[in-house]
């Protein structure tokens, strides 16, 4: 499988490989089960036999980063329910 590193990867190693060897712009010959890993947390991206690369879509962060960016829901605290209440009644559906 052929891969375009298009993101330094973000972990120095996955079992026992060193991803710190590959290097943002270059393309490498690698195993399914490392390219696939590495296309699936947008480090990298196919390239096809005729030697195009095949994008996976618009947002190229990985999946850790939008996991870091997006706030876990939770239920709101027993502050956040006064709160709400002061400004105009508990939306939350009873």
Do not use: C, N
Not at 31 to 56: H, K, N, Q
Not at 73 to 93: F, L
């Amino acid at each position: 499988m052929r891969i375009l590193v298009i993101r330094q990867p973000t972990l120095p190693e996955v079992d026992g490989l060193d991803l710190r060897s590959f290097k943002v712009g270059r393309q490498y010959e690698v195993g399914t089960r490392i390219g696939s890993y590495l296309v699936a947390e947008r480090w990298a991206d196919f390239i096809d036999p005729s030697g195009r690369r095949v994008t996976r879509g618009p947002d190229r962060r990985s999946p850790t980063e939008r996991r870091r960016s997006q706030r876990p829901h939770k239920a709101k605290t027993t502050v956040e329910r006064r709160r709400a209440q002061r400004r105009g009644g508990d939306r939350r559906t009873r």
